[in-house]
Nanobody
Framework: DVQLQASGGGLVQAGGSLRLSCAAS????????IAWLRQAPGKEREAVSC????????NYDDSVKGRFTISSDNAKNTVSLQMNSLKPEDTAVYYC????????????????????WGQGTLVTVSS
């Protein structure tokens, strides 16, 4: 099994920055997509961003485009999410998850289903 460990959450004022990290024990898949998803109180979980191992393609939800940047360090099996210009509406529990893919050119958007999940890390943005 793949174990994912998310870290980096915390309390920050609006306009501030945080960097989330997701460390994977190992990847047993040849090709995969790692995503960051979030769930705010009373809301459904939504994909924030994802990155493909096969072609490096990244995807962002419209609400975070231009503010968040996802990156991967394959040597360390780590995916990070740099979050800048944070807003109170970014407050949520953030999860990293991995989905096995077929490889090749990645389709647009993030997967709808995932094979493994990390524990959540809470991000709170105060106004």
């Amino acid at each position: 099994d793949v174990q994912l460990q998310a870290s980096g959450g915390g309390l920050v004022q609006a306009g501030g920055s945080l960097r989330l990290s997701c460390a994977a024990s190992e990847f047993t898949f040849a090709h995969y997509v790692i995503a960051w998803l979030r769930q705010a109180p009373g809301k459904e979980r939504e994909a924030v961003s994802c990155i493909s191992s096969s072609d490096g393609r990244t995807n962002y939800d419209d609400s975070v485009k231009g503010r968040f940047t996802i990156s991967s360090d394959n040597a360390k099996n780590t995916v990070s999410l740099q979050m800048n210009s944070l807003k109170p509406e970014d407050t949520a529990v953030y999860y990293c998850a991995v989905a096995e893919t077929l490889g090749g050119r990645s389709p647009p958007g993030c997967p709808r289903a995932y094979d493994y999940w990390g524990q959540g890390t809470l991000v709170t943005v105060s106004s």
